[in-house]
């Protein structure tokens, strides 16, 4: 799986005091989950942040943010992805971690296998 494993880092360093984060390979890279709920994922070299429906009109009025778009062209109505330029800064790395984290309670979880 190639992933910016840099970036993995910079997202391991920020939910470091966080209880209850675990990693998952998925979508062509690692997922973070907290609190048994997917929160933020590096998919190649970009954030995939759960970040919620409310969010996600503001969020999508930047030009580095796009929505995340599952199977069978169907819009995800919470994760959207950030490409590099949204995140240089570490005050805009810092605010996707915090819209992800703000709406990581409201967030359900996905069924058990």
């Given at each position: 799986m190639a992933y910016n494993t840099k970036l993995a880092d910079r997202v391991?360093?920020?939910?470091?005091?966080?209880?209850?984060?675990?990693?998952?390979?998925?979508?062509?890279?690692?997922?973070?989950?907290?609190?048994?709920k997917m929160c933020v994922c590096i998919s190649e070299n970009e954030l995939l942040c759960r970040i919620g429906a409310e969010q996600m009109e503001a969020a999508l009025e930047n030009n580095y943010v796009r929505q995340m778009v599952m199977a069978r062209d169907k819009p995800s109505k919470d994760f959207v992805y950030v490409s590099e330029e949204g995140f240089l800064r570490q005050k805009d790395f810092d605010h996707w971690i915090k819209l992800a984290l703000d709406f990581n309670p409201k967030a359900k979880a996905s069924k058990k296998k």
């Amino acid at each position: 799986m190639a992933y910016n494993t840099k970036l993995a880092d910079r997202v391991r360093e920020a939910l470091v005091h966080w209880p209850d984060v675990e990693e998952k390979e998925m979508f062509r890279g690692v997922c973070f989950m907290v609190n048994g709920k997917m929160c933020v994922c590096i998919s190649e070299n970009e954030l995939l942040c759960r970040i919620g429906a409310e969010q996600m009109e503001a969020a999508l009025e930047n030009n580095y943010v796009r929505q995340m778009v599952m199977a069978r062209d169907k819009p995800s109505k919470d994760f959207v992805y950030v490409s590099e330029e949204g995140f240089l800064r570490q005050k805009d790395f810092d605010h996707w971690i915090k819209l992800a984290l703000d709406f990581n309670p409201k967030a359900k979880a996905s069924k058990k296998k």
